[in-house]
Nanobody, 115 residues
Framework: EVQLVESGGGLVQPGGSLRLSCVAS????????MSWVRQAPGKGPEWVAG????????YYADSVKGRFTISKDNAKNTLNLQMNYLEPEDTAVYYC????????RGQGTQVTVSS
């Protein structure tokens, strides 16, 4: 059974930082490209960042480029998202997801950026 468990969300002031983590199990993590997606209240899902199976190549939405960094630790079956210079518009539930159509996602972790 595929399991993806996110953690690290919380309340942070604008300009602050958070680091999200996702522990994966139930599939061969080292062979999987992964993504972070987010969903703000009243909006549809938004792809945020992706990484290839080796962790070498990364991709970012324009809205987070230069502020967020995705990384993958295949030895620990862990996907991370370092988020710096957070803005109120980044407020959303963040999900770790297997890349591609039909990929499984976790239960999400809430990120709230507010003063």
């Amino acid at each position: 059974e595929v399991q993806l468990v996110e953690s690290g969300g919380g309340l942070v002031q604008p300009g602050g930082s958070l680091r999200l983590s996702c522990v994966a199990s139930g599939f061969t993590f080292s062979s999987a490209a992964m993504s972070w997606v987010r969903q703000a209240p009243g909006k549809g899902p938004e792809w945020v960042a992706g990484i290839d199976r080796s962790g070498t190549t990364t991709y970012y939405a324009d809205s987070v480029k230069g502020r967020f960094t995705i990384s993958k630790d295949n030895a620990k079956n862990t996907l991370n998202l370092q988020m710096n210079y957070l803005e109120p518009e980044d407020t959303a539930v963040y999900y770790c997801k297997q890349a591609g159509p039909g990929g499984m996602r976790g239960q999400g972790t809430q990120v709230t950026v507010s003063s």
